[in-house]
């Protein structure tokens, strides 16, 4: 397998407050036509140490991209850094600064004599032409290897990279690519899951199967290598669809769609309309559901209900069962549910109520215990949990289990 | 000033889905101790390239930390590459096993084998204890440089190096010491920013300013190299409050705080109460306000009025401003401000209504089109805004354009 390094330039990338994210797009696209990323560097705008970065990828690895450090100042190095590093000149291209004073003319500006550095391309390299930007890219052979230097924004440097370079990874591997499919899981452990699919996706040598654990649920990844496209993408489906019979409706998505695009897709295709009322997650439910374009057709409103004053005017949840079961109970929980959907009419509504921390916690519910509510045509529901966690994680896991319920009673109610 | 480097190993970190956040809290850390982060560098479980990589960063930097690769299976090799790239073995300590052997028998259970590795240590370097997990770190001299192994998780290498670590740092660097502050400025531009303060900035040479642009502000960063911790926090303090008064109420934190954490602050010193109606911004306002530990004491309520059905019911919004005006106006804003207040009973609300894409744009009103309604006991106000980006970016800048909305109505009515 060709092995690749990415080379992240800029000084600022290397303060507590900034990272290199251009390099996980790069690992994806390099990945797709079967490389395998061995070393990322990130390197400052510092002459030395980028010289001899550059010098070692391309010593021990096949292909080499930087991003980074095309600009038109003095802290801009990497156009001769990397001439160097490889041994050669930069030559000037008089069409590059024609383009570059065209850019300038047509926004009704001087070129400044510094962009003129911009016109500068290492000898004998390619030209990579930049219509989002004044950098022009080069890429060029090396000892055998591929050097790749882009600019660091990552509208300029993505379309370049499919446009210009991407043709020439996947010609030096081989026309070898790699096809991925990620699988969503919900409410069932990281080893239950490998026990139960392990025996299905053992047969599939051709794919790499790994799971996962993220915050709230468990990934499944899978990966297919072949020359063939078609071939590749037969595989994933076939076994993503093995995968999922297997383990039912604890599957939420199959191709890595969110869980709020998921039930989006369900409330759309059936015609039907959803309410939420939130109380500990404060709106975060309304935000991720609306987060998906067209969201209107299905989600008619929400409610943050915070106070008890709001949850009983607002929802009409009643004073009886706030004194006698409290705000964080299942009674609340369902009776939001039931107040949310009568009053915006809509088909199912859920709610959830719960201590998110860090104060508010007893012995009988402690930081971390939530209710979710649920009510549909036929009635209300609710499920209590406890969830691990900082703020932070609560409240996130208290949307996600609020939105996989509403998912499983639709699908139940289907099955039945 | 002493240089550092950052070595991140694990393959897991070269995958699209996974970086490495680790060099975060260790850059600031260093940067505290006036130590320059000079190059990071992420590398799998790939022994040659590790060890190139360990032995090229102490060679060319004062300090040289890895995190990682310090488990007991095989594919851990931090432990005896980084003692092979300093030249030196491991030596096995005794005590270390019995530690580990005494951990696994407080979880019941027997200590496999495969974990003895972690009882070996680099020959001459110093044991680093580890209180949260089951690998110890080490750290040593070579060449006069100094050499840091810690474990990858950060509960477990962020305590060891403030107990065990951090010490040493600043007594190689001399003892200086960094000190930053962060201040967060809205309604005004980066060039206009920097016009405004240099002339401040620029009589305090011993912090270095520099000014950014983030997603919805500018961000003013302060650090301070003193050998004098007094010294340093008194210069921040001193220049971030003249540059506050230079700069107005654009100023909302003057030490990194959120502006959800401002707005809270403010009402909560107030005793003031706050409730909120949504329809672009689908809960992320409310979702942003209870982010908040505590917001419960000036939070009292959201409505996320996405149908007009809602926003005349639950927002009591007129038929005719809606037929008239439109669902995304300045009327429809101000009136769903007037009966979120009115039906909350709460001392102010706002409200945001418009198009966040990446449909629903006319040529009178854009994507991007978006007013925020402001009620107070004097009535109520809007504001017309067009937000570039895309969804995701409008709803941000919507949700930070409302609550500094707020925030500028309530100075203004205190300096009235």
Redesign the interface.
Known sequence: MLSAEIIAVGSE?????R?D?NS??F??KL?EAGVE????????D?E??LE??IR?AIK?SDIVITTGGLGPTEDDVTRQVSARAIGRQLVYHAELETVLRERFRRWGREMPEINKRQAYIIDQAEVLPNPNGSAAGMMTEANGKLLVVLPGPPKENQPMYEDLVAAKVRAMAGGVLVKRRLLRVSGIGESAVDERIAPIYKTYPSVQTSI?FSKSEIEV?LAARSENEEEADNALLELAEKIADALGPAVFATNGETLEEVVGAMLKERGKTLA?A?S????????R???V????AY?????????N??KI??LGVSEETLAQHGAVSAETAEAMARGMRE???SDYAIAVTGIA???GGTEEKPVGTVFIGYADVDGTRSLRFTFPGD??LI?WRSSQAALDYLRRRILKAEAA
């Open positions: 990338l290397l303060t507590p407050e990272m994210t996980l797009w690992t994806q990945n990323l061995k070393l990322k560097t990130i390197v400052g510092d030395e140490r001899e970065t070692d021990r996962l990844h939420v939130e500990c997650t404060g709106g975060l439910i309304g935000m559901l609306t987060d374009a067209g969201s209107s989600f008619l409103e929400g409610a943050v209900t915070y106070s004053e709001a005017r607002a009053r915006a009419a921390g860090p104060d703020r932070y409240r």
